[in-house]
């Protein structure tokens, strides 16, 4: 089995500061996700990448970047943290495309603190 | 609003007891996949139902698909404490790999 390894696990920065979560997973997936789901909410897509140095936006990919260098990397930038975005950050990949019935793997999340 | 946005929808049940939770999607897709997220945890798939399948299931649970309503539910007979967790629906946007996840039901299961 595999495994997706999100650091850090808690990410505290200033409100305007630039700040950077990273994900590792060695499934050998083409396809990874950032998610942002904020307290007692649910998930909203915030980039994917379906290979290497693909970058495709979600709903609320506004505020964000995304960095897709490895096929075994995802990372995410906030480029200006503000205190309404503090949350938790998921990553997930899956082999290839959801349509054809793959699963989607997550890691166990970063959460964002704003000061 | 978009999905994601809206509060859990909440469900507290005593052990033993079956429980339903439902999901309506808003464009077409092939697959509908049940995810469960407990606490402090990412979200694990628990069953795949295709958009060709009425109904699917796995030990102690049953996934129904009505693809006409654009709508799903997951039941689970016999809930048991460690059931609790946050469950969501995930669809993919026009087969594609842009994925949505629904609102998702809090279920407390009491012992």
């Known amino acids: 089995g595999g495994i997706i390894t999100q650091t850090p696990k808690f990410l505290i920065g200033q409100e305007g500061q630039k700040l950077t979560l990273k994900c590792q997973q060695n499934f050998n997936h083409d396809t990874m996700y950032w998610y942002r789901q904020d307290s007692g909410k649910g998930l909203r897509l915030i980039y994917y990448s379906i290979t290497e140095n693909d970058l495709q936006k979600g709903d609320l990919s506004e505020g964000y970047d995304a960095s897709r260098e490895k096929k075994s990397s995802f990372s995410l930038t906030v480029t200006s943290a503000q205190k309404n975005e503090m949350a938790v950050f998921l990553c997930a990949s899956s082999i290839d495309s959801f349509g054809a019935g793959n699963t989607l793997y997550f890691g166990e999340g970063s959460r964002l603190i704003v000061v | 609003s978009q999905w994601g946005e809206e509060n859990l929808q909440a469900l507290s049940i005593q052990e033993g007891e079956d429980v339903t939770m439902n999901c309506s999607y808003k464009t077409y897709t092939t697959v509908v996949q049940w995810y469960r997220q407990k606490s402090g945890k990412g979200p694990a798939q628990l069953i795949l139902i295709r958009s060709n399948e009425r109904e699917k299931r796995s030990g102690r649970l049953r996934a129904t698909l009505d693809t006409s309503s654009q709508s799903s539910s997951l039941s689970i007979t016999g809930t048991l404490a460690t059931d609790t967790a946050v469950y969501f629906c995930?669809?993919?946007?026009?087969?594609?790999?842009?994925?949505?996840f629904g609102d998702g039901t809090q279920l407390v299961v009491k012992p």
């Open positions: 995930a669809t993919a946007q026009n087969s594609n790999n842009r994925i949505f």
